[in-house]
């Protein structure tokens, strides 16, 4: 089991790092290219739009096709999108590529086959150890969002080498999809435990009534956390701070690279405070202070200021992440948790794919910080209902023994 994790973790950072590379260039790119905000909009929400089909397809079929197949599968139809996305030779080919690559500008990894991995990492350890196992992953995953960010810098080398604008991004989005079949690669290596539970043998349990209120209500309630970070996605972010400040990759290369950096960070932070105060509190008691301080940033008249609030945030923002993939596998039975994972990872990625062009053309036609504010306003509504509806619902570690003592 611990190789099979290093296997999971080794793929997750690679493909992880490809992600943190495209939320920093895709929207530079797509400029480039000669897009508006809209286009840029557009852009972003096609390729979340792949994101969200191969969430659907792993969610229906991974099971019976099988786990390594699939995310084999994935990787390479991710390394082929997105080599098509680089080498587009006019501005309109960028949407199908992106769709066709899965092509991330949110700047995080929560793509089709995380949610598999999800599906896989708590048969991999036991229930004391789930919610440690899911920190050092996202982890993992921020440390590959850093290096991704830190990597942005790639076109801006490649220009000071003789290349034109235009090709520095392209090799951009060309190392993008290598890393992809870097990730096929350690997929291939998975063993037999982890490619299934028996599941591509015999036909999973049915879903019980009660876990399927479960999964529909946190399906409801993660899609408006979605259509919330949808106007936020690191694409457009880094638009924002272009249109604002007027800073390019050079500057918004590192400051996404200490936003991963803090993200991470953030994520073993959670996996203390979920012992003491319970994985339901941890989420909502950080991720809404991080919504609040998001607000402040368009008010910012500088953009030392703006960062500075910025990076604030990201130390909050993210210690939902473990603990709500930890509470949506406690809360369902074993055998019910690929599905769970599949149903909320996908209305996560509709969001996604929805608002970017909304925000984009938010940005055009009302206001340049429209999209920080309504991405805000959802975010802010959706962590009081969570806690309203699920306050008395408790994963099974948290039934069985007293929380530690703070």
């Not at 700047?107 to 949610?115: M, P, T, V």
């Not at 399906?219 to 007027?246: C, E, K, N």
């Not at 473990?322 to 994972?341: L, M, W």
Request: proline content about 5%; glycine content about 10%; overall charge positive.
């Amino acid at each position: 089991m611990t190789r099979d994790r290093s296997l999971l973790y080794a793929a997750a950072f690679a493909r992880s790092t490809g992600v943190g590379m495209s939320g920093v260039l895709v929207g530079l790119y797509a400029a480039e290219l000669g897009l508006s905000a809209p286009g840029v909009g557009a852009t972003v929400s096609a390729g979340l739009l792949g994101v969200a089909l191969g969430t659907l397809a792993i969610t229906l079929y991974a099971e019976r096709l099988g786990r390594t197949r699939c995310l084999v599968g994935l990787a390479v139809l991710a390394a082929v999108g997105t080599a098509a996305f680089a080498l587009a030779p006019v501005a309109w080919m960028l949407a199908p590529a992106a769709a066709l690559g899965m092509v991330n500008g949110m700047g995080r990894d929560r793509g089709a086959a995380f949610s598999l991995e999800q599906a896989i990492l708590p048969d991999l350890t036991d229930e004391r150890g789930r919610t440690r196992a899911f920190a050092w992953y996202n982890v993992v995953l921020d440390l590959g969002h850093a290096t991704g960010a830190l990597a942005g810098l790639l076109p801006s080398l490649a220009r000071h080498a003789g290349l034109a604008p235009l090709a520095s991004y392209r090799v951009g989005f060309l190392t993008v999809a290598a890393l992809s079949l870097v990730g096929a690669a350690a997929y291939a290596g998975l063993s037999a435990h982890a490619r299934s539970r028996r599941a591509s043998v015999v036909k999973p349990p049915p879903i019980g009534p009660e876990s399927k209120r479960r999964i529909a209500r946190l399906a409801g309630l993660f899609a408006m956390d979605s259509l919330g970070g949808g106007f936020l996605t690191t694409a457009l972010l880094s638009y924002w701070f272009f249109r604002r400040f007027g800073v390019g990759e050079e500057t918004l290369a590192p400051l996404f690279l200490l936003a991963r950096i803090a993200n991470g960070l953030s994520h073993l932070a959670a996996a203390w405070l979920a012992r003491r105060i319970g994985l339901l509190r941890t989420m909502v008691f950080t991720h809404l202070p991080s919504s609040l301080l998001l607000l402040t940033v368009p008010i910012a008249s500088s953009f030392p200021l703006a960062a500075l609030l910025f990076l604030v945030r990201e130390c909050l923002v993210e210690m939902d992440v473990p603990t709500r993939q930890s509470y949506v596998v406690a809360v369902v039975g074993p055998g019910e948790r690929a599905a769970a994972a599949g149903a909320t990872n996908l209305v996560r990625t509709a969001g996604w794919a929805v608002a970017p062009a909304f925000a984009g053309a938010a940005m055009q036609g009302v206001a340049l910080w429209s999209p920080l504010a309504a991405g805000a306003a959802l975010k802010i509504i959706y962590d009081l209902l969570l806690y309203r509806g699920f306050r008395k619902i408790k994963p099974p570690e948290e039934r069985s023994e007293a929380l530690a003592p703070a």
